[in-house]
Structures are given as C-alpha cells and as structure tokens.
T-cell receptor
Framework: KQEVTQIPAALSVPEGENLVLNCSFT??????LQWFRQDPGKGLTSLLL?????REQTSGRLNASLDKSSGRSTLYIAASQPGDSATYLC????????????FGQGTTLQVKP | DTGVSQNPRHKITKRGQNVTFRCDPI?????LYWYRQTLGQGPEFLTY????????KSRLLSDRFSAERPKGSFSTLEIQRTEQGDSAMYLC??????????????FGEGSWLTVV
C-alpha cells in the first residue's frame, strides 16, 4: 500500500530564504508525482507535475526533483516571499495512469516579512 | 475556461439528512475526480470518472455515497443519511487524459459539509 509522508509538518522562515520541502513515498512504482499548493479554506493549485521518467521540473522560483529509487521528492523554493505562505502537498499516482492520487499530509509554510 | 466549479460551497445539514454536491469540470476534460479532505489532512480519494464511466471507487465510499456523471459532463456526489463523521470538505477535480498521458489536474474550491 502506497504511503506518502511530508516532513516537516510546518515551517516558518524569514522572507528571502531559500527552502526545501520533502516528500517520501513507500512504493517506487509510480506513474507521476505532483506538488500542489493550498491556501486556507481553498482548493488545490497544481504547481509542478513530474512524470516517472523525469528527474526534475522547474517553474519560476520553484524546482521539484524526483528520485524514484529512493522514494523521494523535494520542492525547492528560491527567495521565499510572504505570498508563498500556504500548505504544500505532494501526491503520487501509480503504477499506472489511474485516477487515484495518494496525498501526503502537507507542509504548512509561513514566510515572515 | 472558468475552471472547476463546485456548488454549494457550504452546506450545514442535520444528521440523517441527504445532501448533494455538484461539480462542473473544465469543459474539454474527460476525467473527473472526487476527494474528501478533513482539517490538517491531505485529500483522500473517493472516486473518479473517465467520461461517463465510473472507473474506480475507494473503500471510503460507503453505500451511503453515490456519484454520477451523466453524459460525461457535470457530476453529482450524494450522501444519504449523513453522519457527523461525514463533515469534511469535498473536492472535485478534472483533467484531460490522452493516449500520451495525463495533463495537469485542476481542483475546484471545494464544498464544505458540516453535519450537526
């Protein structure tokens, strides 16, 4: 049974700091991995999608890496801003392209001005 | 493209009543998903449709839960005889899947259910 864990559960950093959020999964047979952002009381916004054959994806100040063999993904946020404050969730799908995503519990990030 | 739309956004109901949530996906998306999320947890998969076919249901989806997607367009999620444990946010999402793979999944703003 696939399990997804995110560490830390919460993180508080000063503005401008570079930071890394971690995601681990127990079964390396995944189809893809996605990182999402969720603001309080809102739905999820997809940030980055990494296919199983890819090692990383970048979008603006965000970079996500995937190491399937070790069951890990990291989300790197450069030059953090107060507007980055939110909960970040990773989710895996697999091993085939079914509809089911398995989510971690999320990391709640606070960026202080 | 107005995104994924969910209605109602908030619903308070008495235990034992039935409730129905509606989801309108992005128009060209062939997949539609329902998830449930409680405070402090990640979303949990409930079910998904490809066009009008319901392809997978979670064991979380008890007999009191039913989902439909007539004609492969909008979807409804009905909860019968609600219980306090059903209180959660119900999230709908959609995506376009082709033979080359799946594109980004888009979530709606969610429907909050409170059972009193």
């Amino acid at each position: 049974k696939q399990e997804v864990t995110q560490i830390p559960a919460a993180l508080s950093v000063p503005e401008g700091e570079n930071l890394v959020l971690n995601c681990s999964f127990t079964d390396s047979a995944i189809y893809n991995l996605q990182w999402f952002r969720q603001d309080p009381g809102k739905g999820l916004t997809s940030l980055l999608l990494i296919q199983s054959s890819q090692r990383e994806q970048t979008s603006g100040r965000l970079n996500a890496s995937l190491d399937k063999s070790s069951g890990r993904s990291t989300l790197y946020i450069a030059a953090s801003q107060p507007g980055d404050s939110a909960t970040y969730l990773c989710a895996v799908k697999g091993p085939s392209n079914t509809g089911k995503l398995i989510f971690g519990q999320g990391t709640t990030l606070q960026v202080k001005p | 493209d107005t995104g994924v739309s969910q209605n109602p956004r908030h619903k308070i109901t008495k235990r034992g009543q039935n409730v129905t949530f509606r989801c309108d996906p992005i128009s060209e998306h062939n997949r539609l998903y329902w998830y449930r999320q409680t405070l402090g947890q990640g979303p949990e998969f409930l079910t998904y449709f490809q066009n009008e076919a319901q392809l997978e249901k979670s064991r979380l989806l008890s007999d009191r839960f039913s989902a439909e997607r007539p004609k492969g367009s909008f979807s409804t999620l009905e909860i019968q005889r609600t219980e306090q444990g059903d209180s959660a946010m119900y999230l709908c999402a959609s995506s376009l899947t082709t033979w080359t793979g799946e594109n980004t999944i888009y979530f709606g703003e969610g429907s909050w259910l409170t059972v009193v």
